[in-house]
Nanobody
Framework: QVQLVESGGGLVQPGGSLRLSCAAS????????INWYRQALGKQREFVAD???????NYADSVKGRFTISRDNAKNTVYLQMNSLKPEDTAVYYC??????????WGQGTQVTVSS
């Protein structure tokens, strides 16, 4: 199995950028798809983006064109580059590994706050 740790969150003004990292350990990272989800206060956790083991990416409509997911298998890390941030992007961001029908555990998350 693979264990994940998120980092890179913080406070940013509207229109700003952040890059989140999801660092993995414990297994062959390159075999796993990685999902990014987020959960705003009082709301359900929602899909943001994912990247397959082969590098194909998918995005929620709400972030398409603003966020970019990528992976560096040599560093066992998946990145979420977030540009043109909006207040509605404020949430705790989580990553999770997936392989076939298997889903990994959620990490501790990283807080992103978009505010002036």
């Amino acid at each position: 199995q693979v264990q994940l740790v998120e980092s890179g969150g913080g406070l940013v003004q509207p229109g700003g950028s952040l890059r989140l990292s999801c660092a993995a350990s414990g297994s062959i990272f390159s075999l796993y798809a990685i999902n990014w989800y987020r959960q705003a206060l009082g709301k359900q956790r929602e899909f943001v983006a994912d990247i397959t083991s082969g590098g194909s990416a998918n995005y929620a409509d709400s972030v398409k064109g603003r966020f970019t997911i990528s992976r560096d298998n040599a560093k066992n890390t998946v990145y979420l580059q977030m540009n043109s941030l909006k207040p509605e992007d404020t949430a705790v961001y989580y990553c999770r590994a997936a392989r076939g029908s298997w889903l990994g555990s959620w990490g501790q998350g990283t807080q992103v706050t978009v505010s002036s």
